[in-house]
């Protein structure tokens, strides 16, 4: 007898290129709140989530801050989650949002089709500082407890992987469509739904899960991103105001830990489907500024918001409301006040940059940010710079929303930036649903 046939493997092959890809889904855990709703909701009453580091994480050092998620991750999921990485249980829980507002069901009937796509920018970063905390623990014990220092976990690994959240979401799910993991840093989040949007145009998927997570805040982390002198300075008379993007005063950013998810559709796939439609995302823009390991540069943030808007067929005027990636270092909002300028003219679209209520979310920022400017389009109100009383004049050329949040209805179009260590630049485009359906009114 010859050998058996060897097993055959679906093959899906790319379809014609669809014109709209729509979203219709949204999860987030973030600082600001355990749900997209309630996120916005403390964005637009610039409502700041950055605290005191407890003094666990401050690792001695003095005026530590940190922006912590709202909730406990793993209250959200099962018990079988507890041992994974914290990083990985925020992803889970806003997949589960963001696919439970869509209405797609496990395993759905063109899972061959449906893909993930996830961005981090330092997958297990818990893991690993309470992997080291144990090691050096025990090394310096006696004999017994020197040669437990080599016993780990036997799933440490899988947990350190960057690419676990997007693993899980697709088993959990059965989704057998492409997957891919983005470490980009800053831009992570940004590149998985750019990616995303793509593979769904041009036809090789028609629906996507796009994540967006991270969850660094251990001694470790900060004390390495205090290191780099990027982070700011405890306010003395209200800690929560301490990051301030855009004004002369701005000291730094703060670190902060989230999850979020997106769910994108061919508006075939959701037409077919009557799923309700919250936005389309319509462009994407990528570049690298072949420039500085951690310096921005103009050139490049320009070439990927020009992108983005070629790739939406949009022009500059279309664009309402921009969340700019607005880290308050005084050579990031420089460098992005005088791109935007540059793309836009002077008083182009309203910016703010809602870092100064989150912080900095690194991997998930991307993510984060869109679904806030996409809730900014839904209500047509836009979030405000928050802290910023004392505007840089050096960023006079751009419209920042000071103060309290301003009404925009009829905004047509919205963007966000996100701009990486390495020179990574990725730019998204998000314009009004055809079918408009407009958010519930935030608690």
């Not at 989530?49 to 001695?60: E, K, Q, S, T």
């Not at 028609?206 to 990027?230: C, Q």
Request: proline share 6%.
């Amino acid at each position: 007898m010859g050998d058996p046939p060897a097993p055959r493997t679906a093959h899906v092959p790319a379809r014609a290129r669809c014109a709209r890809v729509v979203v219709t889904g949204m999860g987030m855990v973030s600082p600001l709140g355990p749900d997209v709703a309630r996120s916005f909701a403390a964005a637009l009453a610039g409502r700041s989530a950055v605290r005191p580091a407890p003094g666990h994480l401050a690792a001695g050092l003095p005026g530590m801050l940190a922006a912590p998620a709202a909730i406990e991750p793993a209250g959200l999921l099962d018990a079988a989650d507890a041992g994974l990485d914290r990083a990985t249980q925020l992803a889970l829980a806003a997949a589960a949002q963001a696919l439970g507002e869509a209405g797609v069901e496990s395993a759905p009937d063109d899972a061959e089709r449906f893909g993930v796509f996830s961005g981090i920018g330092f997958g297990g970063a818990c893991t690993l500082d309470a992997m080291y905390t144990r090691y050096v623990g025990h090394l310096l014990g006696d004999a017994a407890e020197r040669r437990r220092a080599t016993v780990m976990h036997p799933l440490t690994v899988p947990r350190l992987m960057a690419n676990a959240a997007q693993g899980l979401v697709s088993m959990r799910y059965g989704l057998r469509g492409m997957g891919n993991t983005y470490c980009v840093a800053c831009a992570s989040s940004a590149v998985a739904a750019g990616e995303a949007l793509r593979a769904i145009r041009d036809g090789y998927l028609d629906a996507a899960v796009v994540l967006g997570s991270e969850a660094m805040l251990t001694p470790g982390s900060l004390v390495a991103w205090n290191a780099l002198r990027v982070l700011a300075r405890a306010d003395a008379a209200d800690p929560a105001a301490s990051c301030r993007p855009f004004d002369r005063r701005r000291s730094g950013f703060v670190l902060g830990e989230a999850g979020a998810a997106l769910v994108l559709e061919s508006e075939a796939r959701a037409r077919a489907r009557g799923a309700r439609e919250l936005a389309e995302l319509a462009g994407y823009g990528a570049s690298s500024d072949a420039h500085h390991l951690t310096a921005p540069s103009v050139p490049g943030q320009v070439a990927a918001m020009r992108q983005a808007l070629a790739h939406a067929d949009l022009a500059p005027g279309d664009v309402g409301y921009l969340n700019a990636h607005g880290t308050a270092t005084e050579l990031g909002d420089l460098s992005e006040a005088q791109a935007i300028v540059d793309v836009f003219g002077p008083r182009g679209p309203a910016v703010s940059s809602t870092k100064a209520v989150h912080g900095h979310l690194i991997g998930a920022g991307g993510a984060v940010e869109l679904i806030l400017a996409i809730q900014a389009l839904r209500t047509g109100r836009l979030p405000p710079g928050a802290h910023l009383e004392q505007p840089d004049p050096r960023c006079a050329g751009v419209d920042l929303i000071a103060g309290a949040a301003r009404d925009a209805a009829g905004i047509h179009a919205v963007m966000s930036n996100s701009f990486a260590f390495g020179g990574s630049n990725a730019c998204l485009v998000a314009r009004r649903a055809t079918t408009q359906a407009l958010a519930a009114d935030p608690p």
